[in-house]
Structure formats: structure tokens, C-alpha cells
């Protein structure tokens, strides 16, 4: 292989800065406390009998009848048969061109594989052109659920008129200089105002609370044989995820400046018990850059179709940012579930097994991997290595500035 001198050195730097890390890891408990992603989400995990965060087993299918002779019922202690004849209000959803048919179609099997089959709950599928009679047959054939397609309202998707194009190409043209990822797309900035504003107000998800979002091209990785939508609704939850990770700052240069002036404008909105510390390592005056990774989403439509979330979108999307700058659902939701509802709402569904390329959540204790019939290595995660890596370098600017 030729490698050019550049190329040498960068490789030579990446060797000595991975090295340290690992080291810095096994040497200091601060930094390795620091860089730990699982301290991070801490508040939310789960899956061991300490945790009360753990799916409780009463979701779970009681096991099979014995063979023994006992007049026994096979059901453990405390099983509630009724949560296994109850279904939630909820369904599956995937915003998709007819272009991703392929990608979604992979996406869907493995849902229903892993999870739906089991429970029959439907799907709707959106795009703001019409869905294409071939993308409808070959997603209707994937399961015995109602599914659904719908068009989304030219309202809903492309740039309002208020928006100054002149301002918003201006960005997108820097963003490109900069070789900021989608910087110079308009339908991928549509896409994010779509997802953080609209899309609960479709008339094809109006009859429904729950959701479980599904992009094309992912995967799952374990059997999922618990109702996550009925621990959503029992438990009182507003938000499940399985990832988290830190935003791209060029793309939201002004977004944490609004949510402090919101704060201020509307303090009735932020909620006893949030999980500010969630987003911020200072109390609010900076974003830490953490969010939710919402391309997997499983979480309460009526809390977006609610008064604090109606009002934060609304001066969000006053402010222009989706299109000034580039605004992503991700960051967006997960501010507003972080703000305006308790941390103990927020779910860490640790059991679901889930990977959008280029990171995958694997199930962390070995029963939960089992139970699963996971398909994914716990041990290559590299999710996590990369994003305790960008931690390290964050402890290590944080030690000196304090130095
Ligand atoms: N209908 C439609 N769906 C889109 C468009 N752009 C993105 N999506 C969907 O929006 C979701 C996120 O887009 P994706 O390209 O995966 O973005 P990424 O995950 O941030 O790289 C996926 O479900 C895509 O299928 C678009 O222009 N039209
Ligand atoms: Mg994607």
C-alpha cells in the first residue's frame, strides 16, 4: 500500500492520540469517569435487578408450561396476564423517497422480525412526493398489519416564503466551504424541520399517541419481546432511545442562545425534575452538545402536540434557523424532552439492539444480550470508543483550562 508522507503522519498522530487514550483510561480514574459514555446516559440505564430502569418482567411472555406433572401454570410470580392481552395506542413510522425502497424494506423485515410479528402493530410510511405503486407493494407484502402511506401537506415540508433565500443560501454556500455534512442541502434542512415540527400533525397519525421511528438502512439486533409502547404508556414515559451522541456545533451555532431565551419567555415550560444536566455541564449557561441520536425514537406524540413543545417549535422556527443554519431534529427533540418533561420520563431502552450506520447500540449485560438472541458484538461498539475518544479530548482541554 503507498501511503503519502501526509498520510503517514496522520495515521502516526492517530496511533500516538489512541494509545494515550487508552491509557489515560486505565490510569486515571477522572478521565476514565469523564470519558465514559455510559456515565453520560447513567441517569437512564438499565438491565440489571439493581436497576430499576430494566424492563420489568412482568413485559416479558410468561415461559412455557413444565412438562412436570405439578398442577403448575408456568407463569412466574407476579406475572400480570393482562399486560400481555393489552396493546398501546401506537405504530411504526418511516419517512422515506421512493428512492430508499430497498433500505426500507430491509429496515421494516427486521422490525417485524424481530418485533412485530409478535405484536401487529401498524405502519405509516411518509413522503412528501406520492409513494410509487411499487414502493406500496413491496413494503404491504412485509407484514399482516394495517399499513399505511401517506403524502405529507407542501405546508408541512418545503421553505416557508418568510424565509430570506438570500440569507439562507449565503449559509448553505459557507457550510459548504466547510465541507459541513448536508451544509449545502435545502431538502435535508426540510427533512429536520419535518421531523422536529410536523410530522405528529399528519392526518395519518392523528389516531395514535405512540410512535416508533424507523429509518431505511438500520438494523435491529435482538428480539424485542416486551410492548415497548405499553412500558411507554404504563410507565408514564415520554421519550425512549438507544443512542446518544454529540451534535455538530457549525450546525447549531445559535440554537442553545434561543432555548435560554424561550427559557425566559416562557419559564412556565420547563418542568420540576428536568434533566438539564443532560445538556448542560454548567447549569445552562453553555450545551454540552448532547442529544438523543433520533433516528430511532420511541416516544409520546402527545407531548409534541402539547403546549410547551407547540410553543418551543413555533419560536424555534421564527427564528429561522432550519435554514440559517441547520437545525436537526435531533438536537431539537431531545432539548425539549431534556426541558420540558422530568428525567425519569426519558427512557434508555437498553434491551433494544439497534445500529444506523455508522454506530450501533448493543444490549450491555450479557442476560439481556442473551435473551435477545442478539446479533451484535458487545464488544465492538465502536459508538462508544469514538465518542469516549471525543470526551477524552474535551477532559483533557477542561484539565489544562483548570491548570
Ligand atoms: N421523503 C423524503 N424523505 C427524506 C428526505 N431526506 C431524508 N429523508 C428521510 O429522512 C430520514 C433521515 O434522512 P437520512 O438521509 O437518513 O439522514 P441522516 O440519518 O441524518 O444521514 C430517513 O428516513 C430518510 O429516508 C427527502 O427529501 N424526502
Ligand atoms: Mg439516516
Redo the contacts with the bound molecule.
Keep these: 500500500m503507498n501511503v503519502s508522507p501526509v498520510g503517514r503522519y496522520i495515521i502516526l498522530v492517530l496511533v500516538i492520540l489512541i494509545g494515550l487514550h487508552s491509557l489515560l483510561s486505565f490510569t486515571h480514574e477522572g478521565y476514565n469517569s469523564a470519558t465514559s459514555i455510559s456515565s453520560l446516559t447513567s441517569q437512564w440505564r438499565g438491565s440489571t435487578p439493581s436497576n430499576p430502569n430494566a424492563i420489568p418482567e412482568d413485559y416479558y411472555p410468561p415461559p412455557p408450561p413444565s412438562n412436570s406433572s405439578q398442577t403448575d401454570t408456568g407463569l412466574g410470580a407476579g406475572t400480570d396476564l393482562g399486560i400481555h392481552q393489552r396493546k398501546a395506542n401506537a405504530t411504526f413510522v ?5 428512492s ?1 425502497i430497498d ?2 424494506v430491509r429496515s421494516m423485515r427486521e422490525a417485524e422480525d424481530r418485533f412485530n410479528k409478535k405484536f401487529g402493530y401498524p405502519w405509516v410510511f ?4 406520492p409513494f410509487t405503486d411499487e414502493f406500496k407493494k413491496r413494503i404491504s407484502v412485509l407484514t399482516d398489519a394495517p399499513v399505511h402511506f401517506g403524502q ?1 401537506p407542501a405546508s408541512h ?1 418545503y421553505q416557508p416564503s418568510w424565509i430570506d433565500e438570500d440569507r439562507a443560501a449565503a449559509s448553505r454556500n459557507a457550510m459548504v466551504s466547510e465541507n459541513v ?2 451544509g449545502g ?1 435545502v ?2 434542512r ?3 424541520r ?2 422536529s415540527g410536523f410530522f405528529f400533525k399528519h392526518d395519518l397519525l392523528q389516531p395514535f399517541r405512540y410512535y416508533w ?5 438500520v438494523h435491529f439486533h435482538c428480539d424485542v419481546d416486551f410492548d415497548p409502547f405499553l412500558f411507554m404508556q404504563d410507565q408514564q414515559k415520554i421519550y425512549g432511545f438507544t443512542i446518544t451522541m454529540y451534535e455538530y456545533e457549525r450546525t447549531i451555532t445559535t440554537l442553545w442562545d434561543a432555548v435560554k431565551d424561550f427559557m425566559k419567555d416562557y419559564p412556565q415550560y420547563v418542568s420540576p425534575g428536568n434533566a438539564m444536566n443532560f445538556l448542560s455541564d454548567n447549569g445552562g449557561s453553555r450545551y454540552n452538545l448532547c442529544h438523543f441520536w433520533s ?1 430511532f425514537e420511541i416516544a409520546d406524540m402527545d407531548f409534541w402536540r402539547g403546549e410547551a413543545y407547540s410553543a418551543f417549535f413555533d419560536y424555534l422556527d421564527k427564528r429561522g434557523g432550519f435554514y440559517y443554519e441547520r437545525w ?1 431534529d ?1 438536537p431539537v427533540h431531545s432539548i425539549a424532552a431534556a426541558l420540558f418533561a422530568r428525567s425519569d420520563q426519558i427512557h434508555f431502552f437498553n434491551e433494544i439492539g439497534y445500529e ?1 450506520n455508522p454506530y450501533t447500540h448493543c444490549p450491555q449485560g450479557d442476560e439481556t444480550w442473551k435473551r435477545g438472541k442478539c446479533s451484535c458484538d458487545q464488544g465492538r461498539s465502536f459508538g462508544e470508543f469514538f465518542s469516549s475518544f471525543v470526551l477524552g479530548f474535551k477532559w483533557v482541554l477542561d484539565e489544562l483550562g483548570r491548570g
Design positions: 418511516m419517512l422515506a423517497r421512493n430508499d433500505g426500507a411518509l413522503n412528501e412526493e405529507i415540508w455534512i448536508y442541502s431538502s435535508y426540510n427533512m429536520c419535518f421531523n421511528r424507523v429509518e431505511p438502512d433516528n436537526g435531533a444506523h
